[in-house]
């Protein structure tokens, strides 16, 4: 059960479920009716007003508890057919529900699921008396079962959702035996030495903090190894094409920053220092291109994301 805790200091008295939408904007109001409520130990309702002093719990049920909600939210498709969705995942969302940090709705998963089930086009096939591209996987809420691999939440681009019950198997072993191509497009912090570059180091959690990655020789360590090619230097940056052999949690984000080179705006894997020299807008890490086969036609796919208009003018300002 995720758990959240404020104490208020607006002057002025303000309605509960106002105060927690502006600290806790990854929930709805919807979702909300569904916590426990607690003001000064006691249950307390959405409409309940605060003011300040005043200690506010939040209780957020166990994901398994929860039925995770189709969401409207904007979808950027970049490739689909009956078997598989290609989507161009904006920086800031969360692929899938998760009960760290409460993460419940708001995230790519609720999105697909209002897209594949609830959508206008959706609708129109229903009217023509044509298959559902919605299949069982989705009319029985198994939300986690089209997600064949995930990017960061900092991190856009390229992601595969599986349409099917037979494309998700057939992708996640795809994915798992690296038959599938991944390439990024990273900014780094300094200036490389060489054009090009391959790190064979394996990743392992951090003993200090669980939720980092770190390089590790401890027997549960994994093996991670990162190409990578200069495509553009600045006086402060370089620009990099990056293709990972394997998919290991921040696995870019550790390698880089054990060269000495971190990706600008990575606020977990840079120093404030670096950060305040190259004030980016975001994290410049994006999923720029994949490569995958199709799970039915066995043909390649290739797909590509563009560059993010906020990472095109920050590198206008470094050309500058």
Not at 43 to 51: G, H, L, M
Not at 80 to 105: A, F, N, Q, R, Y
Not at 150 to 179: I, N, P, Y
Request: a positive charge; aromatic letters at 8%; proline letters at 6%.
């Amino acid at each position: 059960m995720a758990y959240f805790h404020f104490t208020i200091e607006n002057k002025n008295s303000i309605r509960l479920d106002k105060f927690l939408a502006q600290e806790l904007p990854q929930f709805s109001r919807s979702f909300l009716a569904k916590c426990v409520l607690l003001v000064n130990s006691k249950k307390a309702k959405p409409a309940q007003k605060v003011s300040a002093g005043d200690l506010v719990e939040l209780k957020v049920p166990p994901l398994k508890d929860l039925k995770i909600e189709p969401e409207k939210i904007p979808l950027k498709i970049i490739f689909e057919d009956s078997e598989v969705l290609v989507i161009d995942k904006p920086s800031g969302m969360v692929v899938h529900p998760t009960d760290h940090g409460g993460h419940v709705s708001g995230t790519l998963v609720n999105a697909v699921l209002f897209y594949l089930g609830e959508s206008p086009r959706s609708a129109k096939l229903r009217d023509a008396k044509k298959p559902l591209l919605r299949t069982p996987l989705y009319e029985r809420g198994a939300f986690r079962w089209g997600i064949v691999h995930r990017l960061d939440r900092e991190t856009s681009g390229c992601l595969v959702v599986a349409k099917t019950e037979s494309a998700k198997t057939f992708l996640a072993k795809e994915f798992s035996e690296r038959r599938v191509e991944k390439f990024y497009l990273a900014l780094l912090a300094g200036r490389l030495k060489t054009p090009k570059g391959r790190i064979d180091s394996p990743l392992g959690r951090s003993a200090s903090d669980r939720t980092r990655r770190t390089i590790s020789t401890a027997a549960d360590a994994r093996e991670a190894i990162t190409e990578f090619e200069v495509l553009e230097s600045f006086a402060e940056a370089t620009l990099v094409r990056v293709k990972i052999l394997t998919g290991r949690t921040h696995q870019i984000r550790v390698h880089f920053q054990a060269l000495g080179h971190p990706v600008v705006g990575d606020t977990t894997y840079s120093s404030k220092k670096v950060q305040e020299k190259l004030a980016a807008p975001r994290m410049f890490l994006h999923a720029a291109e994949l490569k995958f086969h199709h799970p039915k036609t066995k043909k390649l796919v290739a797909v590509e994301a563009p560059l993010p208009e906020e990472l095109k003018k920050y590198l206008s300002t470094l050309k500058r």
